[in-house]
């Protein structure tokens, strides 16, 4: 390969991921593993580091998409927002003291579960039915935000998809509203973590930064394809997304199994 051949690649995976995160989140799983395939020796809080710099501007243009387009219900967002960064440090912390392969199994079976339900319910989503008052669905989205924003500090891949789920199946919002407060909240947990690992070195920004405009450019993309057709198009690539967290989650285990 030349040396020109693995930033290709890493910008093609990067445009790939902004598009997919900007819909339903997952653009983990793209960038991610091509991290970690192109550059095998790079320590994983450098390859995070790099990937949470390349794809929080991406987050970003698609929040900005959704503002500007979709009615956001700030309130929840807000409450849903800080308690997800709050226990996403926390979960950061605690992963520290717990291998993150005890919570894997659990996740797979979780991810199955959460596209068995999506799949047979073909109206999920489609047509806003807030189940709550206006004074409860704050207290909810908290409690939502923050169990999620602490998978997100203590495993992570996935995050947004299950952000989005939430919104959908427990809340009451249709997909496309329930994307737009995913990625808002996204951008608040990102740039909270951020900060860590670009005081501790961890973004290489030769790699980051032309990364960062291709998932950008992929996001514009996405979060407008996503307003554009709505909540079954999003629905069906939510699909997509839980099916290859699914495949992930189930390699990592089978992996771990099989080590000796």
């Known amino acids: 390969m030349t040396d020109f051949t693995p930033l290709f690649l890493l910008c093609l995976a990067a445009l790939m991921a902004g598009f997919i995160d900007s819909v339903v989140g997952g653009g983990g799983l793209i960038q991610i593993p091509v991290l970690f ?3 095998p020796g790079f320590p994983v809080p450098r390859v995070i580091g790099t990937n949470r710099f390349a794809s929080f501007m991406g987050t970003g243009v698609a929040a900005w998409q959704y503002i500007k387009r979709v009615a956001v219900p700030w309130q929840i967002v807000l409450w849903a927002g800080v308690a997800a960064s709050v226990m996403s440090y ?3 912390r605690v992963s520290s003291l717990m291998p993150a392969a005890v919570l894997k199994p659990i996740m797979l079976v979780l991810m199955t579960c959460i596209a068995i339900y999506t799949y047979r319910n073909k ?3 489609h047509e806003e039915n ?8 704050p207290w909810l989205a908290g409690l939502l935000g923050g169990a999620i924003g602490f998978y997100n500090g203590f495993v992570g891949p996935g995050t947004g998809s299950l952000l989005v789920f939430g919104f959908v199946s427990l809340l009451g919002f249709d997909f496309l509203r329930a994307s737009a407060q995913a990625k808002i909240i996204n951008v608040v947990a990102d740039v909270s973590s951020l900060i860590f690992f670009v005081l501790n070195g961890y973004v290489v920004y030769e790699l980051a930064v032309p990364m960062m405009v ?3 450019a992929g996001s514009f993309i996405g979060s407008r394809m996503a307003i554009g057709r709505g909540s079954t ?3 069906t690539l ?3 997304v839980v099916f290859g967290l699914m495949i992930r989650f189930g390699y990592e285990i089978v992996i771990q199994w099989t080590k000796p």
């Open 214 to 216: 291709c998932n950008m």
């Open 37 to 39: 395939i192109l550059f």
């Open 123 to 125: 109206t999920l989503g």
């Open 238 to 240: 939510f699909l997509v």
């Open 90 to 92: 926390l979960g950061a």
């Open 130 to 137: 807030l189940r709550l008052s206006p004074t409860q669905l």
């Open 233 to 235: 198009f999003i629905r």
